[in-house]
């Protein structure tokens, strides 16, 4: 059985950079140049500061990743300025990988109804639970689908901390504003954890950029 302890984002392609941004403000005074300055870098900050998106969206990116399904159905409510093509277990019946963390939290004090808190007291008894509970739901798997069952519907019966994977393109700005949100305090640690993996395959393509957007939350 394989099992993942972290959500990944690896870099496949990407298309414009720093000099992208700053032509595509320019242009709106018919203005065109050919690398990048001291000024550009001034442009760039000011666009970033005063919320002038548009430009960073000619920085196109393209990820795959890699996380358990209930930190992908958090990642897919960012649906402005992107595309994706997820794995489907409708056509794949290989066996599932599946999501356990090195850490789990304790339920945070005070009434908050979402989140976590500390680390888990029981952590290491919860990691044997968690891999035992995985363990049943691989064999589960494995014998519906050597029943006949079909692939659709064998999936049914497999646990949220199931690893899926997608292929996802974007424009810059939509990766800063989806980091953004995720890596806020606030949200749960596992999709904190794609964040981080989504900001470090991003910010060398156009790192200028990149550090004027996310200034607030890097």
Request: proline share 5%; charged share 25%.
């Amino acid at each position: 059985m394989k099992i993942i302890n972290k959500c990944t984002a690896t870099l496949l392609d990407s298309m414009g950079d720093d000099l992208s941004v700053a032509n595509a403000a320019r242009v709106s005074f018919d203005k065109w140049k050919d690398e990048l300055d001291g000024k550009d870098e001034r442009l760039i900050a000011y666009l970033a500061s005063h919320n002038h998106w548009t430009p960073f969206t000619h920085v196109q990116v393209k990820l795959r990743m890699e996380t358990p399904i209930f930190v992908a159905r958090q990642w897919f409510k960012h649906q402005v300025g992107v595309s994706r093509n997820e794995v489907s277990r409708r056509y794949v019946d290989v066996d599932p990988v599946f999501y356990i963390p090195d850490q789990f939290h304790s339920r945070p004090e005070g009434g908050i109804k979402q989140g976590s808190g500390g680390a888990y007291p029981g952590n290491d008894q919860m990691h044997r639970i968690a891999t035992d509970r995985a363990t049943v739901a691989l064999e589960n798997y494995r014998e519906d689908i050597s029943t006949g069952l079909s692939p659709e519907e064998a999936r049914m019966f497999l646990p949220q901390n199931t690893a899926t994977a997608w292929v996802e393109t974007g424009s810059l700005a939509y990766f800063a504003r989806a980091c953004a949100l995720r890596l806020d305090p606030h949200a749960q640690n596992a999709t904190r954890q794609l964040g981080w993996a989504v900001a470090e395959a991003v910010k060398d393509i156009a790192p200028l950029s990149w550090a004027a957007l996310m200034e607030k939350y890097l």
